[in-house]
Structure formats: C-alpha cells, structure tokens
C-alpha cells in the first residue's frame, strides 16, 4: 500500500475582505487590534512570565475568506471564517495508508470576524512579531480557549488571553481536499469543515502566538463532536523547529518542515487527552523537549486505509464536520 505524497506548499497571498451585508471588518494577524461597529474598546489581558529572545521574524501569510453561504446551509451561528491551503513535508508527509502517524499540514490562517466581542474578562494586547522558545510563555491558567467571551474575541479573530493565537486551516496535496475554520460563537466552539480525497489529507486548528513552555503540564486535554466524515483524526503539537519561517508567526524550520509529534485519536467524540509522552514521530522527540515548545494544535483528517477487499484503493471522506472547544492544558 503506498503513501500519497503531498505537493509542494504553494504561496498565499495576505488579503482583507469585507463581509457583504455586515458592518464589521475582517482583520489580518498583523498585530492590529480593531473595534466593531459597536465600539467595544481593548481592555488590558492579565500578563504572565516571559523572556525576551526572538527566535524568528513573524512574515504573515494569510487569506480570509468570506462563509456566509455555508453558515446558513449548517443553520449555526458561524463567523466569518480563513483558511489557507497548506501541505505536508515534501519528504512524504500527508495522509498514510494505515491511518496512523502522518506528518503535514501547514499553519494557514482563520479566524473570523462576526457578531459579538470580546468580554471585561480577557481582550487581546497586540501579538509579539515572533516567536520566544527560550524560554517560552508558561500558561498560568491552563485554558487555551473554550470559545466563550472569556477566551474569544470575536472581534479580533482571536482565541485565549495570556497565551493568545487564532484559528486556522490547510488543505491537502490534492484541490479537491478543503477544510475551512468556523468559530461557532452560539455554541462556543471551533467547527472544521470539508472534505479530503483518497490518499489525501487536511485539517485545521490553533496558532498560538507566543512560544508555550508546558514543561508544568502533562498534556492536552479537548472536546470533540460532530461528524469526521469517514476521516482517521490525528492530532499534531506544532513545534517551534518543524514550523517555518515563512509561518506566522515565523518558527525554526528552513527545509523540510512540518514534522510534528503527533497521535491518530482512538475517539472521535467526547473529552480526549493526549499526553505528550505518548505522541509518535516528528521533531522534537521526548516529552519534555516537545512539550517546550508548543507553537500550536492542530487536527488532522486523513483518508482511511483500504479496506482489505478492495484491492488496495483508499477512500475518500468528506461531509466533515468536526466541533472542537474545552482546548486546555492537563496536569
């Protein structure tokens, strides 16, 4: 059974767009902080200790896109949603035959703009212009984000207060496997959706940032529901070495990136921990050293192995429509 093997990442352009029908403004990761057409100021986020030495130069890379026909096909509360396509390793990351361990996917971008704000409890300072592993941030409070007001700036585009990122998504080596980010704002939560193509993959997630030092912590701790479509999930920890320069906010990596420490999830639905002693492959390896560096967590969908009948073909799945919130730091 082979491996389908990812393209080359492909460029993205930075782009602004306006949502028709809406007195509301998208906003790209450029640091910028903007206020709604209901004047919701930026309130100040509780700080937490971290060192200054810059390990990267953010260079944002970044498309929004506009999913107003898409929220009223799901009948949710949808924001606006982002996503740009990204692919794997060009050394063979992606989809895998056994639905196992793959690597791949690059930071996109996502976030969204739509009706709410932000609340007195957290709102986001401007981000740093890269990424500081040395240390990194360490999370006083072990929420990332539960995509209530109080860990989500609809505003912004922005999940978190203290160890602050946003959401984003990436497609596959094929066109034809796309998922998009949504913030559900009604039903606090990150909703990917999309499709991925036989032997393919794609996925989204959270860009955090800062650099985390979970060294305090065990693992990461979330909420599933919704439909995978038929898709094995894995999750990747983005780390600071396999995330490139060209990322936002720019990590460590040159050549060959996108090698993340990752596990295929057993479930699907539900409260799922994973522990960082317990993810496969990828740079950096032992949990300690993967866990002083996280840059981000993402979710990818990969194309099931064959069913041993069919002669060998993979299938593809799509309709999927993931929820993930509860996204936390576990001891």
Not at 76 to 90: E, K, T
Not at 136 to 159: R, S
Not at 175 to 187: E, K, L, Y
Not at 282 to 297: F, R, Y
Request: include cysteine; aromatic fraction near 6%; hydrophobic fraction near 35%.
């Amino acid at each position: 059974m082979g491996t389908q093997a990812p393209r080359q990442p492909m460029a993205t352009e930075t782009k602004a767009i306006a949502v028709p029908g809406k007195d509301e403004t998208f906003v790209s990761e450029r640091g910028v902080v903007i206020t709604d057409s209901f004047g919701r100021d930026p309130l100040v986020c509780p700080s937490e200790r971290t060192k200054s030495m810059t390990l990267g130069t953010a260079k944002p890379l970044m498309l929004f896109t506009v999913c107003a026909a898409l929220a009223s096909s799901l009948g949710v509360a949808l924001s606006s949603c982002g996503g740009s396509s990204g692919n794997g390793r060009p050394d063979g990351g992606g989809s895998t035959n056994t639905g196992g361990t793959s690597n791949g996917g690059a930071t996109g971008t996502g976030g969204a703009v739509g009706t709410g704000g932000a609340s007195a409890a957290c709102t986001l300072a401007v981000p740093p212009t890269g990424l500081v592993c040395d240390p990194g941030l360490t999370p006083v409070n072990p929420l990332i984000t539960d995509f209530t007001e109080a860990t989500w700036n609809n505003t912004a585009g922005k999940f978190g207060c203290g160890l602050t990122g946003a959401p984003f998504s990436y497609g596959g080596a094929k066109t034809t496997s796309t998922i998009t980010a949504q913030v559900d704002t009604m039903g606090h939560k990150l909703v990917l959706v999309g499709n991925v193509d036989s032997g393919d993959y794609g996925g989204g997630g959270l860009a955090f940032d800062q650099c985390a030092d979970a060294t305090a912590y065990g693992g990461v701790q979330f909420t599933l529901g919704g439909s995978t479509g038929g898709c094995d999930v894995v999750l990747q920890v983005q780390t600071f070495v396999e995330k490139p320069t060209t990322g936002t906010p720019a990590g460590g990596c040159t050549t060959a990136c996108y090698s993340f420490p990752q596990l295929k999830l057993a479930t699907t639905s539900g409260s799922v921990t994973v522990r960082f002693a317990d993810l496969m492959g990828g740079m950096p390896t032992g949990a300690t050293e993967i866990a002083k560096q996280v840059v981000g967590l993402q979710w990818q969908f990969q194309s099931p192995p064959p069913p041993p009948v069919d002669g060998g073909l993979q299938v593809s799945c799509g309709n999927i429509s993931m929820s993930i919130t509860d996204v936390k730091f576990v001891p």
